[in-house]
């Protein structure tokens, strides 16, 4: 089945662009859903009211919003504090954009720095961040509801690749470089850089928390796929089994499942409390043997991102195509046309994938159903029991099975 086209967010172009740094490497929509961001390309990032957006698409047709939003919702003063009224922003980054984060604070998460007497920042509950990865290694984060910068971290030494704030509202950021490193930053803490995470032994393209922030996956040259332990900062094991770069990761909303995309035109959802491999959904049929297991050039994967229905997938492949996956089906059960992509995100509720393609965001309808009765009793026991502790619960061996996802 096609997708159905929700809208497009065109960046304005003049006749003399080039196309080498108009590419949109990143997308994001804010965790409570009231912004979506999109690197236009040339330094700028771009921030818009979600729900506004979507009353432009329905209003005004699919094509050529972002030239007219500007015209339609009202620009906020940065000092008049309507913080309940979302306005759009234009952020002029400074250097190439390839990562962007929204980061939401839990006054009661305190910084895990001890002894500290006075801060810039007080982060409270209204506040909202965007922290964007630049081409010359730092990162910027900026307020969302004024568009000021706060702060700009100077670490790393090459491109910072990803970037994922714990979800657990502590500001905990982690930034993914070409650098070969991970480095934690507290935000609370403004901005100190607590931890660097060695292990990589070349580029670090991805990273992703899990839902309970205690354990962060990152992914990279190399055919590397790690788990690291972020209470202990220790690397927890190395999943093996991809054949060439895996370049996105991403864990499912009750933390059983991890997704991992790779050039090697696969994308493999693994168990990550045990290691193992539960699922294989590959972009090139026949799949490519392990000699030839780089795929062909264009079948490789680029993105990948959980629904937070906890039950479809989306890929992003060269072979210009967008695909939906449901994890208990071997084949997609819808697919977009795309040319270029190179990024993919749902939406907060899971209604709607944005994708990025040259500064530009594509918006599909995602899949819809009601998810059963068991899959949701699935969820809520995964998300406080990892795979051990259900496997030693007095049930039914295929109740053992449903709940650890071996279909």
């Known amino acids: ?44 990032v771009k921030l818009v009211p979600w729900a506004q957006c979507l009353n432009n698409f329905l209003l005004h047709g699919t094509k050529n919003v972002a030239n007219s939003l500007s015209t339609r919702l009202p620009r906020q ?6 913080k309940n009224k979302p306005c759009e922003h234009i952020i002029d980054c400074g250097d190439i954009v390839w990562s962007l984060a929204f ?20 982060f409270g509950q209204d506040q909202l961040l965007l922290a964007t990865g630049l081409n010359n290694g730092r990162i910027k984060i ?29 500001l905990i950021l982690v930034s993914a470089s070409r650098d070969k490193t991970l480095r934690v930053w507290d935000l609370k803490d403004d901005g100190n850089m607590m931890k660097v995470l060695r292990g990589h032994q070349n580029w670090v393209y991805g990273c992703a928390f899990s839902p309970d922030s205690s354990i ?37 909303p009750d933390g059983a499942l991890l997704a991992t995309a790779s050039y090697d035109t696969r994308i493999y959802v693994w168990d990550p409390h045990v290691g193992v491999m539960l699922m294989e959904f590959g972009h090139l049929f026949p799949p490519p043997t392990p000699i030839f297991a780089g795929g062909a050039n264009d079948r490789w994967v680029r993105s990948v991102s959980f629904s937070h229905d906890g039950l479809h997938i989306a890929s992003l492949a060269d072979d ?14 819808q697919v977009a046309p795309l ?4 990024c993919c995100t749902f939406s907060t509720d899971g209604s709607v994938l944005a994708a990025g393609q040259d500064g530009s965001v594509y918006f599909w309808a995602t899949p819809r159903q009601v998810s059963s009765l068991q899959h949701l009793c699935r969820m809520a026991i995964r998300r406080v029991m990892p795979t ?5 619960l007095p049930i039914p061996s295929k109740v053992v099975e449903f709940l650890c996802y071996q279909m």
Request: glycine residues 8%.
């Open 1 to 44: 089945a096609r997708s159905r086209t929700i809208g497009e967010l065109l960046a304005p172009t003049s006749p003399f662009d080039k196309k080498c740094g108009r590419e949109n490497w990143t997308v994001a929509f804010a965790p409570d859903g009231s912004y979506f961001a999109w690197s236009q390309g040339h330094r700028i």
């Open 77 to 82: 003063n940065s000092d008049s504090g309507q």
């Open 103 to 122: 980061g939401s604070s839990v006054p009661e998460k305190q910084s895990r720095c001890v002894n500290i007497e006075w801060h810039r920042f007080k």
């Open 142 to 170: 900026w307020d969302v509801y004024t568009g000021k910068l706060l702060l700009n971290l100077m670490d790393h030494t090459e491109v910072v690749r990803d970037l994922t704030f714990a979800p657990d509202g502590s």
């Open 216 to 252: 962060l996956c990152s992914v990279g040259a190399s055919k590397a796929v790690f788990l690291w332990d972020m209470d202990k900062y220790s690397m927890i094991r190395k999943l093996e089994g991809h054949h060439n770069d895996v370049v996105a990761c991403e864990f499912s």
């Open 320 to 333: 210009k195509m967008v695909r939906f996956w449901r994890i208990d089906e071997e084949y997609p059960v």
């Open 339 to 342: 040319n270029n992509g190179l």
């Open 388 to 392: 051990g502790q259900v496997k030693s």
